[in-house]
């Protein structure tokens, strides 16, 4: 099992920009995949972007593509979420988890999650 923990979400206004943050510990994850997702009150948890192991591989959804960038650092165990021109519809709760796909199912280990909040 991997633990996963989020970190840089905060209050920004639209149009501003903010990196996310997701380290593990208790296992290596360069050889697996990686995802971000969201989810706001009452709403499903929504798939954001996934990287690949080696990073040569990443799917974004189509409401952050172009504004948002999905990196990972093997060697310090991190993936990283950068996200630009925010806007007040991307306030969530920002969740990284271990895994592969655009599916909530499909991926095992979870972090607690970072709120970020786009002000108008």
């Known amino acids: 099992q991997v633990q996963l923990v989020e970190s840089g979400g905060g209050l920004v206004q639209t149009g501003g920009s903010l990196s996310l943050s997701c380290v593990a510990s208790g296992r290596t994850i360069g050889s697996y995949g990686m995802g971000w997702f969201r989810q706001t009150p009452g709403k499903e948890r929504d798939f954001v972007a996934s990287i690949s192991g080696n990073g040569k591989t990443t799917y974004y959804a189509d409401s952050v593509k172009g504004r948002f960038t999905v990196i990972r650092d093997n060697a310090k165990n991190t993936v990283f979420l950068q996200m630009n021109s925010l806007k007040p519809e991307d306030t969530a709760v920002y969740y990284c988890?271990?895994?592969?796909?655009?599916?909530?199912?499909?991926?095992?280990?979870w972090g607690q999650g970072t709120q970020v909040t786009v002000s108008a």
């Open positions: 988890a271990r895994g592969w796909g655009r599916e909530t199912r499909a991926y095992v280990d």
